[in-house]
């Protein structure tokens, strides 16, 4: 005895339940719509795009007109404006003196104060170590901490617009969780530089517009693929005169220097060459070898202010998010003679967009 198979028709299934079209109708809809408006700044945005000039070399002419792109880096005292000689001002030698060998800050190479090659422990990289990017964190009780005068070489003790925050109070501030004002998509131009009122005293000018985000306003300036590639973790940090290290960021290192050579014991526990610096930073200072002098605040800036060098542990393919603050002197030419206080943040070995990643004229101001 034959058994009969009835008929099969897929069109008749799907048209006796519509829940099946419903679920691919909403998956196709879902896989159609993009999470980000990646269409060029409308022409009221302050970033929109401008199209070529009709008369390129009257635009080129124009250009000359113009003030320099970093005119505003070098702002001085009474509506001043330095020039590319200003950040130079304080060179060892006055270029008339200088010999011809080729020195970045312009003067004599550095004496060695009696140091030899290979005697002195390779410092590690020390981890800036992520933390999640948490929005119901509450706003911490510390505000990024004003320049204030202190003792040398770790401050300037006669000029606050020559120096930069005590060790103390940036690495209080930086011990605090989370991020904050919270970070969006486009720049925050509503709060404003916690350090506005230093440097208009500074400039002797009032008031002066100083946003907290170094980010131009606008879509053109905004975190590309915001909401693709939201940012799982953050870490902060903050760009500093030469400080002795606090040890703040011992407990964020994957090894928490608790095991294998980074344990007790262990070839890396023992993070210079000062016996009683095992198992942490704190203690390091900025010099490069122990017969070396340590170095000036305004000689030598660093993530954190701090040695060791640091070093970034994130995955492939999980986006992170750096807020860099700038507590480098407000003054241009406090710099013993070599570099501009302004910031442009690089990554290498990462992938991130344009706007957050060293562009052009992007530059981060004190």
């Given at each position: ?99 011809s060998f080729k020195i970045p800050t312009n003067g ?259």
């Amino acid at each position: 005895m034959k058994s009969a198979t009835p008929q099969c028709n897929s069109f008749d299934r799907l048209r006796r339940s519509s829940l099946p079209c419903a679920m691919l109708l909403s998956l196709a809809t879902a896989d159609a719509a993009p999470l980000d408006d990646v269409s060029p700044p409308p022409p009221t945005d302050p970033s929109a795009y401008t199209n070529p000039p009709a008369d390129p070399q009257a635009a080129l002419d124009a250009i000359l007109t113009m003030p320099p792109t970093n005119e505003g880096a070098i702002a001085l005292p009474n509506g001043v404006y330095g020039d590319r000689y200003t950040p130079r001002a304080e060179n060892v030698l006055p270029p008339a003196l200088q010999t011809s060998f080729k020195i970045p800050t312009n003067g004599k190479p550095s004496p060695l104060f009696g140091a030899q090659p290979y005697t002195q422990q390779l410092l590690l990289f020390e981890e800036f170590g992520t933390e999640k990017l948490d929005p119901t964190l509450p706003a911490p009780p510390l505000t990024f901490p004003p320049p204030t005068v202190g003792p040398a070489p770790v401050q300037d003790p006669n000029s606050i617009a020559r120096s930069g925050p005590s060790a103390a109070a940036l690495e209080a501030f930086m011990r605090q969780p989370g991020l904050y004002p919270f970070p969006s998509q486009y720049s925050n131009a509503l709060d404003r530089n916690p350090w506005q009122a230093q440097i208009e005293a500074f400039l002797n000018r009032h008031p002066v517009g100083s946003p907290a985000e170094g980010r131009p306003p606008g879509k053109g300036w905004s975190h590309q693929r915001w909401n693709e590639f939201y940012p799982q973790v953050a870490f902060k940090t903050a760009q500093a005169g030469a400080k002795l290290n606090g040890g703040m960021r011992d407990r964020r290192q994957l090894h928490n220097y608790a095991v294998g050579e980074f344990g007790p014991g262990g070839l890396y526990n023992q993070t210079s060459d000062t016996p009683v610096i095992a198992g942490t930073t704190k203690g390091i200072d900025t010099r490069f070898h122990p017969n070396m002098p340590i170095q000036n605040h305004k000689a030598l800036w660093t993530f954190d202010g701090t040695f060791p060098p640091k070093l970034l542990m994130v995955r492939y393919g999980q986006p992170v998010l750096m807020r860099h603050y700038n507590a480098l002197p407000i003054d241009p030419s406090a710099n013993m003679g070599f570099g501009l206080h302004t910031l442009s943040t690089h990554e290498h070995n990462g992938h991130s967009p344009a706007e957050s990643d060293g562009y052009a004229n992007a530059f981060f101001f004190p």
